[in-house]
């Protein structure tokens, strides 16, 4: 594993069934975090962790949830989805905390709710 | 929460010079970062911007007035693979990035 990675690629699913997404990252950073990115809304930050054991709220949290047990992994939990979860979800991570220090992402994960 | 505005798209002429702009209104400010997206793939990192002036790396170069709520970045000679969305983003005083919704620029041979 070089930097970061998700899993799956891509994934459709039907509405109301959990979904798990995948991050892990081999950098050692410290912090991570998770974004989705819609057509002409950018990306939104979903949930975060500025260190292993830690989580916190982005801008649109609501029906997402997360889990720091370590400092590699970030996974993303959807535990009912709903279609207006259809997005490309995108995990990153930084050495430090956002405001000073680059983020690094990983290659996405397309997510289709039907 | 943060008001962050840049144009949606650009066309430029391969060799020239395109300049995009970036607004912002912030509670507090700890920096503003310029992120590259090509078609499908992930953002990756660009420029970082803390201080009032420009910053030049290369081809690129990004300015910052922060009495002003104002950024640009700056791509100098322009080349076919740099056809790509740039986003612009915004840290505040809670450490998060709050990110513009990008602007497209194509490069026109």
């Known amino acids: 594993i070089a930097g970061i990675t998700q899993a799956p690629t891509s994934q459709i699913l039907a509405a109301g069934r959990r979904m798990t997404l995948r991050c892990t990252q081999d950098m050692r950073h410290n912090a991570m975090y998770w974004y989705r990115q819609d057509l002409g809304l950018g990306l939104r930050l979903i949930h975060y962790s500025n260190t292993a054991g830690t989580t916190g709220k982005g801008e649109v949290p609501d029906g997402y949830s997360v889990s720091r047990a370590n400092t590699d992994d970030f996974p993303l939990t959807l535990a009912s989805a709903v279609p207006s979860q259809t997005s490309v979800y995108f995990c990153?991570?930084?050495?430090?905390?956002?405001?000073?220090?680059?983020?690094?992402f990983g290659p996405g994960t397309r997510l289709t709710v039907l | 929460g943060q008001n962050i505005d840049q144009p949606t798209e650009m066309t430029a002429t391969e060799g020239a010079i395109v300049q995009i702009n970036c607004t912002y209104q912030?509670?507090?400010?700890?920096?503003l970062f310029w992120y590259q997206q090509h078609a499908g793939e992930a953002p990756t990192f660009l420029s970082y911007?803390?201080?009032?002036g420009l910053e030049e790396k290369g081809r690129f170069s990004s300015f910052l007035s922060r009495s002003k709520g104002y950024s640009y970045l700056l791509l100098k000679e322009l080349q076919m693979k740099d056809s790509a969305s740039y986003l612009c983003?915004?840290?505040?005083?809670?450490?998060?990035?709050?990110f513009g919704a990008g602007t497209t620029v194509t490069v026109r041979a």
């Open positions: 983003a915004v840290s505040s005083n809670d450490y998060k990035l709050s």
């Open positions: 990153a991570s930084s050495p430090g905390l956002a405001g000073s220090d680059t983020q690094y």
């Open positions: 911007n803390v201080l009032d």
């Open positions: 912030t509670s507090g400010f700890n920096g």
